[in-house]
C-alpha cells in the first residue's frame, strides 16, 4: 500500500504565476516506446509483447535495472529517470557511446556495414582485435552483435569474444532510431557493476526490474551441482537477499526468473509469485515453436 504524503507536505504560497510544471515524481511514463539497439540472450522483447500488463504504468521514483542485457523494458517504458548496470563492461561502454556518441558510432558502423557486405569473413579480423578508443571498441560491439551467430554473447576463459559468424548481411537497419535511443539514455546512469550495490541504491518509490540469468539449483546423485558457472547459485541466494532488503524499504520489484521450485522456494512471505508462458523458437525443429513458462514475481 502506498502512503499518502501529501498531507504531510507544506502549505504551497498563494499562486502569483502560473502553476508550477507537475514534480517529476507524478509525471506519467512517456509513451514513445522504443526496441533495443542490441540482440541479447534472454531478452524481454516477450514480455513487452504479451505481458505489457506486468509492467507499470507510472513510476514514482527511479527506474532500475541491475541486469541491463539490451535494456528491452527500459526501452519500452523510456522511464525519466533510470540507474542501469550490467556486470558486462563491453556491453556498458557501448551503451555509454550511443549515449554520448551516437553519431560517431553511426559512422564507425556505416564502414563496418559496407566492409561486411562486401566481405562477410572480416568478421573474424573484427572480432580478434580490441580497438584503442572508447568509441572504436562500441562499434565492434555493435557490430558483432548484430552480425554474430542470433546474438549470442559468449566469451572463452580469457574473456574473448568467442561466437561465430552469423547469417546476418546487414549491420545498419532502417529501422534503427540512434538519435532516440541517445535521447532515452540521456536520463540514465550508467554503471558497470554487479547486481547487489545498485539494487541496495534503489529506496521508497523506485521501480526495481530484475532479470538474472536463470540458474536453478540441482541436487542430483546427493551432490549440488549449478548449472552455470557465471551466476551461481550462491548469486541467487545473494539476490534473493538484496531483493527481500528492497522490499522492506518499499521498493517496487518486477522479477523474471526460472519457473523452478529452488528459485520459487528463495522468494516466500511478502513477494507475489505467478507464472507466465512465452513462446521460444526452437531451431533446426519443424514444430518450430515450443511453449515455456517463466515466473514472476512482484511485490
Ligand atoms: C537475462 S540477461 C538480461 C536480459 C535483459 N532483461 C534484456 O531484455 O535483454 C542477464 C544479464 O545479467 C548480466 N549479469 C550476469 N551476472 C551478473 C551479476 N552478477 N551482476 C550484474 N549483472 C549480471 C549478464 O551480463 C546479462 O546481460
Known sequence: MQKNLTSKLPKAPLPVQAPKKQARSTAPVPQVPLKPFLKWPGGKRWLIEDHRDLLPKRINGRYIE?????????FHLRPREAILSDI???LIEAYSA????????VARLSVHH???SIDPERYYDVRSEIPATANDRAARMLYLNRTCFNG????????EFNVPRGSKTKVLMPEDMWPEWSKALRNAQLRNSDFEPIIDTARQGDFLFVDPPYTVHHNMNGFIKYNEVMFSWDDQIRLAKAMDRARKRGVRILMTNANHESVRSLYGKGFKQATVSRFSSVSGKSEGRSSFEELVITI
Open 66 to 74: 541491475p541486469f541491463l542485457g539490451s535494456g528491452a523494458v527500459f
Open 88 to 90: 558486462n563492461s563491453e
Open 98 to 105: 550511443v549515449k554520448r556518441a551516437h553519431r560517431a558510432i
Open 114 to 116: 559496407v566492409q561486411h
Open 152 to 159: 549470442i554473447y559468449r566469451v572463452n576463459q580469457k574473456g
